[in-house]
Structure formats: C-alpha cells, structure tokens
C-alpha cells in the first residue's frame, strides 16, 4: 500500500481548509478500523474552533504543531461497556493510523500527538471538548494541507526480523 511508505508526520500546514467531504473520508477510513471483539469503542470530535484549538496545542509539551492546523481530529476512547476494555487504547491506536494513512491518500498531511495514556493530557483535553465522563481523548491529530514535504525515513532493518522455520 503506497500511502503506509509516504506518510510522515507534518507539523506544518498551509492556511486553507480541508473540504467537508474528505473529512467524511477520512471519518469513514477511521472505522473502518478492525478492533477486538468488534467492539468499536471509538467517538470522534472534528475541531475547527480557534480558540478550542488553541487549548487542545497546550495540552501536551509536545502538542504545540496542532494550534497552526485549520482542523484537529481527537479519535476519543468510550469506557463503558465493552466486551474487552483492556484493549480500548489499542483499537483506538489502529483507527488513528488508519486517519493518518486516509489523510496521506487525500493529499493531507497530520501527525499523532499522543495524548492517553498520560492522565494530565487526557484531563486538559476533556475539559477542552466539554466531554470526560464515558469517553476519553486518546489522541490529537492535526489535519491541513502539508507547509513541509520530505521523503518517509528508510526504517526497514532486516536484522528485526526472526525467521523460525
Ligand atoms: C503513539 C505516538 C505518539 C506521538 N506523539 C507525538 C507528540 O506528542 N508530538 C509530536 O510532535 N509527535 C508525536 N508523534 C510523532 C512521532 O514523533 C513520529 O511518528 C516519529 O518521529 C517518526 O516520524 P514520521 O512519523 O515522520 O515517520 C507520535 C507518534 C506516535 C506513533
């Protein structure tokens, strides 16, 4: 799949918005995630408020890339009722990659910025969303059209890879 060997983090953005229909895109890539059980344990808020923002860029010291996105996706984590919450904040890991490769499909560019599981962060950006008692962010993703492009770094190492038989 082309998209998993172009992506990279971008953490600069133009000063133009991402169309409502790639939104939809990408919201449709998000769960289309598998997840255990098939449990789905997944909300997502779509912030293009300034000022929320703004607050989301100050949650973490390393967050500060999201305040020049036109939008920032927080893929948020539900806690109640799961067949399987041990395994929440991994299926919430595979549909934030699945956001990161749709946004490299549609020309966009975005990054992680984690958020769960450091208790301080998920607080700040609760309070920031008005939401914190059944569901939680686990983690920003700044959205925009990419301000910075570079070749993916060449990670293959085949000294990683154990063959038994
Ligand atoms: C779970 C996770 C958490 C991350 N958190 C942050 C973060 O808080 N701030 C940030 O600037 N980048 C964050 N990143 C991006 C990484 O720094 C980046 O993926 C890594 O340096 C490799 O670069 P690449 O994505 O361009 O291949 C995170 C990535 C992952 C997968």
Redesign the pocket.
Known sequence: MNEIFK?????KFEDRPVEDGKLTQIMKAAMAAPSAGNQQPWEYYIVRDREVIKKLSEC??????AANAPVVIVPCLRTEGLTFPRIGQIDL?IT??NI?LEITSLGLGG?????MPEEDRVQKVDAALGIGEKLHAF??VPVGYPAED?P??D?YDETRIHYIG
Not at 7 to 11: E, F, P, Q, T, Y
Not at 111 to 115: D, K, N, R, S
Request: aromatic share 8%.
């Open positions: 992506r990279i983090s971008v953490r973490s010291p390393y967050a500060g890339c890991s934030t990659e990161l990054v992680w910025l984690a958020v983690a920003l570079r993916q770094e990670r």
